[in-house]
Structures are given as structure tokens and as C-alpha cells.
Antibody
């Protein structure tokens, strides 16, 4: 069974940093694009970042570019999102999502919550 | 960025009746018809309903259908059931940044 398990969320002060992790299982991790999608409380879905499968590139939403870094560790089947210079507007549930080879998002994790507040 | 605009933002439907959600993109999505639909049921993570405009994802009942081209796309539910409650999102993946519509909340009367 394909599974994605996020961790690393929590409460952080504005300007602080946090690293989210997403442990993947049940599929060949390196082969697929992986992405982060977030959802602020009571709001809609917002795509955050994507890392291409098979050594593909990285892409970011304008709202996080220069502050967030997506990466993956093939040996650990784990996706990361390093978040620096956090702002109140980064408060959200962060979902780790796998894309199919046709590039739609077919598997979503349960999410991890990030709260940026003093 | 490509802006995705959904209408209506909410709808209330009697079980057994049809429902329709529109999604309009600010730019044509013809190139590879990269428009998908997702639903987020209460308390759950989102999941895919339709990909590439009209292809049903695995396990999705055939009362769901999708159509459209260019800038205008539609999700239809032929006969709404109680389990269809949730927020429906369209999303384009023609180019980065990937963008979602605002979401349409479906309630059952």
C-alpha cells in the first residue's frame, strides 16, 4: 500500500525555521514527482513546491521562493521541506503528495500542521 | 500565474439531483489538457476525482464526469449522494506555479 507520513510540524515564532519530513512507502520513491500542498485554516489548497522524479528539478510558489527548500533522501525514502524565515501567513496544514507519471496528484498524506505565532 | 476561478463557491443539492461546478482558467490549457479535479471531504485529506479533464480516477463512481477545453471546464455529478459532501477544487498543471481554484463547497439539502 502506498503511504505518505508527514512529521515535523509545530509552533514556531515568526522568523524561525522548521523542517517537515514525509516518509514514503509502497512505491519506488525516486521515480515520482513529489510535492507539498498547504491549506491555511479555513482556506483552500495552495501548491507550495515540487521536486521532480528521477533527478528532476525543483519548483516553488512565489510566496515561498527563497525561503523554502524541497529535497529528498532516496536512501531514506523521505521528502523534506526546509522552511526558513517563517511568517504568520505560512500557518497551515502541509500535505505531502505524490504525483503519478501522468502528473496528477494521486496520493496525499494526512498532513502536518505548522503554526507561526509569537 | 494562471488564475483558476470556480463557480459557484457553494451549492446545496437534494440527494438524487444533479450538480455542476464550473472552473475557468485565465489562460488556455490546451497544450496537454492538464486540468484535474480534487475533493476534500470533511476531516480528510484531498483526493483526486478526475484527471486530464475527464478521466475518472481509480475508485471514483461514474456519476462523476468532467468536460471542457481551452479555458472552461465543468465537473458534473449526475445524481448527488450524501457522501459527496465536501469541497471540490480544480487545478491546472500546465505550468508552474500549479494553481487551484478557490474551492466549491457542496452541501446536501
Amino acid at each position: 500500500e502506498v503511504q505518505l507520513l508527514e512529521s515535523g510540524g509545530g509552533l514556531v515564532q515568526p522568523g524561525g525555521s522548521l523542517r517537515l519530513s514525509c516518509e514514503a512507502s509502497g512505491f519506488t520513491f525516486d521515480r515520482y514527482d513529489m510535492t507539498w500542498v498547504r491549506q491555511a485554516p479555513g482556506k483552500g489548497l495552495e501548491w507550495v513546491s515540487l521536486i521532480g522524479g528521477g533527478g528532476g528539478g525543483t519548483y516553488y510558489a512565489g510566496s515561498v521562493k527563497g525561503r523554502f527548500t524541497i529535497s529528498r533522501d532516496i536512501s531514506k525514502n523521505t521528502l523534506y521541506l526546509q522552511m526558513n524565515s517563517l511568517r504568520a501567513e505560512d500557518t497551515a496544514a502541509y500535505y505531502c503528495v505524490k504525483r503519478t507519471l501522468e502528473s496528477y496528484m494521486d496520493v496525499w498524506g494526512k498532513g502536518t500542521t505548522v503554526t507561526v505565532s509569537s | 500565474d494562471i488564475v483558476m476561478t470556480q463557480t459557484p463557491l457553494s451549492l446545496s443539492v437534494t440527494p438524487g439531483e444533479p450538480a455542476s461546478i464550473s472552473c475557468r482558467s485565465s489562460r488556455r490549457l490546451d497544450e496537454v489538457i492538464s486540468l484535474d479535479w480534487y475533493v476534500q471531504k470533511p476531516g480528510q485529506s484531498p483526493h483526486v476525482l478526475l484527471y486530464r479533464v475527464s478521466n475518472l480516477a481509480s475508485g471514483v463512481p461514474d456519476r462523476f464526469s468532467g468536460s471542457g477545453s481551452g479555458t472552461d471546464f465543468t465537473l458534473k455529478i449526475s445524481r448527488v449522494e450524501a457522501e459527496d459532501v465536501g469541497i471540490y477544487y480544480c487545478m491546472q498543471r500546465v505550468e508552474f506555479p500549479l494553481t487551484f481554484g478557490q474551492g466549491t463547497r457542496l452541501e446536501i439539502k
